[in-house]
């Protein structure tokens, strides 16, 4: 059980999923997650809510990105919204360290892939102990991205096009779950809360 330490709520609503978690150090407190797609707006208020029961927690973490332009959107504004009530420390990680700290096999680099629309990819490799990044991040055609992605087993919601598109390799379907931000070392999740795109805007200005 927690000893009473001070308590992490983390948001994570930057992919199809909607997940949040209440954290005391590495132990998991309560948690919730659902594959929505989307209406994370709609669902995860309620979820806070009901994770919490009553308790406030000294922190909070959030997924900046990449993922859905609407549900980066949403976790970083229930984030900052939250912090601004509770007057409280508010920082971020990335969804793909997120996935390679939850699913990275120690001694191996591990890619990771998520849709990033429009036929592309956000792609990074993540390796060491402490877990860091071997690559930037960049949303790329799959045939691209297996080109930049050495890693054997990769993971996350595009993993599987990116195998097929190499031809070789593991493929391990996952979206971030909030739980899983216990994972991170220290240097992944202190990340300043605005949005991590991965590739520039759709629409663009008139020249």
Avoid: K, N
């Avoid at 797609?37 to 009901?50: C, F, S, Y």
Wanted: proline share 9%; glycine share 12%.
């Amino acid at each position: 059980m927690a000893d009473g330490g001070p308590l992490t709520l983390v948001i994570d609503t930057a992919t199809p999923a909607c997940s949040v978690a209440l954290l005391c150090g590495d132990e998991v407190l309560a948690e919730a997650h659902e594959v929505v797609g989307r209406g994370h707006a709609e669902r995860l208020v309620p979820m806070i809510h009901g994770l919490l029961g009553g308790r406030r927690p000294d922190s909070i973490l959030v997924d900046c990105g990449p993922g859905s332009f609407t549900g980066v959107r949403v976790g970083l504004a229930a984030a900052q919204g939250l912090r601004i009530g509770w007057r409280i420390p508010l920082a971020g990680y990335s969804s793909v360290a997120l996935l390679a700290a939850a699913h990275a096999e120690p001694g191996a680099p591990t890619g990771v892939a998520l849709q990033a629309g429009h036929g592309q990819l956000f792609v990074q490799s993540f390796g060491g102990d402490p877990l860091r990044p071997l690559d930037t991040l960049r949303s790329l055609a799959p045939i691209d991205a297996a080109a930049q992605v050495e890693a054997r087993r990769v993971i996350g919601s595009g993993a599987a096009a990116l195998v097929a598109a190499r031809g070789s390799g593991e493929a391990h379907e996952a979206l971030p779950r909030a739980a899983d931000a216990r994972l991170l070392p220290p240097s992944l999740m202190t990340l300043p809360p605005r949005p991590i795109y991965g590739r520039a805007p759709d629409a663009r200005l008139p020249a």
